[in-house]
């Protein structure tokens, strides 16, 4: 169990107890006490950090779509965004998009 490797536990074992991943570095545990003091003294800047948090998540999700949508239209076309006046707008739209 002591390999190389992450042991490997069966499901029937992994629901009953609680593993601990003891190969943690001091910057994830620096990130973790950090997380907890302003928590605990600035409760604001935490709500805060988590809304941003999800707008970032979101908007990374946006782009790609917005990236999936302008490749579904050139492959599907195959024309260029000088020869495409559809192709273009699609374009203006997401980096609109990525901007706001």
């Keep these: ?33 950090l997380s907890t003091v302003v928590k605990q003294e600035r409760a604001d800047l935490d709500r805060q950090k988590n809304e941003l948090v999800v707008k970032v998540a979101q908007g990374k999700r946006t782009q790609v779509g917005c990236h999936v949508n302008i490749s579904c239209l050139c492959s599907c076309m195959q024309v260029s965004t000088q020869s495409c006046p559809l192709v273009a707008t699609a374009l203006k739209e997401t980096v609109h998009h990525m901007l706001h």
């Design 1 to 33: 169990m002591y390999g190389a490797g992450n042991p490997h536990y069966t499901p029937e074992v992994s629901t009953k107890v609680m593993i601990v991943n003891f190969a943690v570095k001091q910057q994830g545990l620096e990130a973790q006490l």
